[in-house]
C-alpha cells in the first residue's frame, strides 16, 4: 500500500501582469506547480500571452 505523505507541492495560478493593465478584455492565466518548502514568495514567470500575441511576465495569484 501507498505511504500517504504531506506533499509541499501545490498548485499555483499565474496571470498576466501587462494584460491587466492593458484594458483588452479576456484574461491570460496559466496552472503550474511549485514546490512551497523552496519557494515561499511568490512566482514570476515569463509566459507567452495569445491575446497581446508576445511574452508577458505573469505572476502568481492567490
Excluded at 501582469?17 to 515569463?46: A, F, Q
Amino acid at each position: 500500500m501507498a505511504k500517504k505523505s504531506k506533499d509541499a507541492r501545490v498548485q499555483v495560478i499565474l496571470e498576466c501582469t501587462e494584460h491587466k493593465n492593458s484594458g483588452v478584455p479576456g484574461t491570460s492565466r496559466y496552472i503550474t506547480t511549485k514546490n512551497k518548502k523552496n519557494t515561499p514568495d511568490r512566482m514570476e514567470l515569463k509566459k507567452y500571452n495569445p491575446i497581446l500575441r508576445k511574452m508577458t511576465i505573469h505572476k502568481e495569484t492567490k
